[in-house]
């Protein structure tokens, strides 16, 4: 499978951070498109059977799969390792940030709730915060970058699950039952500053890409800020058009 097969499974799953990454250089796209084919498989194997013990063989299988491809073997039995194996034998570190991934996605086989904020926030940083951190070192990150990368990524992450969360409980989930609407409130707060303090940094051009995936964070977090029961209602977000016009001012000022 290529890169740009890769492509179209993230167009369908992630159409969000499709449209992120095709607005990168072509080069880029070639190393993030198997990156989030392989994180979009990952994030659906505790969906794909009603039995948590099943979706946690399915997590397992691509634990063994990421660190068989890493040391140069060989995995049959999905489309998307063939794109991904030369970049884990390529990016040291790489393997270990999707397997790290794919361990906190056995949280998603089960339904109970976190306990607290820093179980959530455990979850964000170990799901979002390593995908972000594997998109910069694909595209030449430093470990100097990555205290940056994760300051964004986790408030970036932050929106999604805010984002998710009605169709988390939908689903049979309990999100955020621990956090009334001030800790809401308090952890929108805490991502709109830290995505203040990425954008101050500076982060260099090359790995800008990798932050496009979360240009209507900040957005989503000032929402959550000024009501936090806008989460439980569903009303998030803005329109296809304002979030298109948001990643194209960013694309544009090359900032995050």
């Given at each position: ?37 392989a ?10 059977a ?14 063994d ?24 034998v ?42 972000m ?19 964004f ?14 169709e988390?409980?939908?689903?049979g ?8 609407r ?9 991502g709109?500053s ?5 954008r ?32 439980e ?24």
């Amino acid at each position: 499978m290529s890169w740009q097969d890769c492509a179209a499974l993230v167009e369908t799953g992630d159409p969000a951070r499709f449209a992120a990454t095709m607005a990168a250089p072509v080069s880029a796209r070639a190393r993030l498109m198997p990156l989030y084919a392989a994180n979009l498989e990952i994030a659906r194997a505790p969906w794909a059977a009603s039995d948590p013990v099943i979706g946690e063989m399915r997590l397992q299988w691509w634990i063994d799969t990421i660190d068989d491809l890493s040391a140069g073997g060989v995995r049959p039995g999905h489309p998307v390792t063939e794109a991904l194996a030369p970049m884990l034998v390529e990016h040291a570190g790489l393997s270990r940030l999707l397997g790290d991934i794919a361990e906190a996605r056995r949280r998603d086989c089960w339904a109970e709730p976190f306990a607290d904020r820093a179980e959530l926030e455990s979850y964000i940083d170990a799901t979002a915060g390593n995908l972000m951190w594997a998109a910069a070192g694909v595209l030449g990150a430093g470990p100097e970058d990555e205290a940056t990368v994760r300051l964004f990524a986790n408030a970036a992450g932050m929106a999604a699950y805010f984002l998710a969360a009605p169709e988390l409980a939908a689903r049979g989930r309990h999100p955020l039952v621990f956090a009334d609407r001030d800790m809401l409130r308090d952890l929108a707060d805490a991502g709109l500053s830290a995505i203040r303090r990425a954008r101050a940094a500076r982060p260099r051009r090359a790995v800008l890409p990798a932050f496009w995936t979360g240009a209507e964070a900040e957005a989503v977090l000032g929402q959550v800020a000024a009501d936090p029961t806008r989460i439980e209602a569903g009303r998030l977000g803005r329109s296809p058009l304002a979030g298109k016009l948001a990643l194209a001012r960013r694309v544009m000022m090359r900032t995050v």
